[in-house]
Antibody
Framework: EVQLVQSGAEVKKPGESLRISCKTS????????IGWVRQMPGKGLEWMGI????????RYSPSFLGQVTISVDKSITTAHLQWSNLKASDTAMYYC?????????????WGQGTLVTVSS | DIQMTQSPSTLSASVGDRVTITCRAS??????LAWYQQKPGKAPKLLIY???NLESGVPSRFSGSRSGTEFTLIISSLQPDDFATYYC?????????FGGGTKVEIK
């Protein structure tokens, strides 16, 4: 069974750093891209970027380039999303999801989401 | 970036109604489009990929179609479990974008 299990909710202060995780199981981790999606409170879905665990090829949405870092740890079949300088505007739910293929980039399995709250 | 204009933003319908949601791409994306359903407090769920392919396990009352740069999600007979928000997603390139969403409410 394919599963993506995300780390728990976080409460941070502006300027702090943070890394959230997406632990995968049930499929070949290095054979599928993983994407990250942001959903701000009461708003729609925003594509942040994707990473191919096989070679760590990473593609960021222009809106998120330089704002976050996407990485993987193949040894523990886990993807990460990282901030070095959080802002209040980073408050959102963050989802990881498996990308169906490099051509059909639909998201077929999703994590449960990690709520990040940034507040002074 | 390719812009996805989704309409309507809100739709009121009754159980048994035929529901149509549309996404228009700002340029050609071939058939590289997916549809998702999201319920409050839950992750989105894939319904349709490559414009018209039904994801495994999704009821056949859901269907998708394409006409040029206009894409349509149809729910043939709305069921109580279908009241949710629906999003389209284009993936013509690695610069993926979502539509703004359509909330399907009970009439």
């Amino acid at each position: 069974e394919v599963q993506l299990v995300q780390s728990g909710a976080e409460v941070k202060k502006p300027g702090e750093s943070l890394r959230i995780s997406c632990k995968t199981s049930g499929y070949s981790f290095t054979s599928y891209w993983i994407g990250w999606v942001r959903q701000m409170p009461g708003k729609g879905l925003e594509w942040m970027g994707i990473i191919y665990p096989g070679d760590s090829d990473t593609r960021y949405s222009p809106s998120f380039l330089g704002q976050v870092t996407i990485s993987v740890d193949k040894s523990i079949t886990t993807a990460h999303l990282q901030w070095s300088n959080l802002k209040a505007s980073d408050t959102a739910m963050y989802y990881c999801a498996r990308v169906y293929s490099s051509s059909t980039k639909s998201l077929d399995y999703w994590g449960q989401g990690t709520l990040v709250t940034v507040s002074s | 970036d390719i812009q996805m204009t989704q309409s309507p933003s809100t739709l009121s319908a009754s159980v048994g109604d035929r529901v149509t949601i549309t996404c228009r791409a700002s340029q050609s994306i071939s058939a590289w489009l997916a549809w998702y359903q999201q319920k409050p407090g839950k992750a989105p769920k894939l319904l349709i990929y490559d414009a018209s392919n039904l994801e495994s396990g999704v009821p056949s009352r859901f269907s998708g179609s394409r006409s040029g740069t206009e894409f349509t999600l149809i729910i043939s007979s709305l069921q109580p479990d279908d009241f949710a928000t629906y999003y389209c997603q284009q993936y013509n390139t690695y610069s993926v974008t979502f539509g703004g969403g359509t909330k399907v409410e009970i009439k």
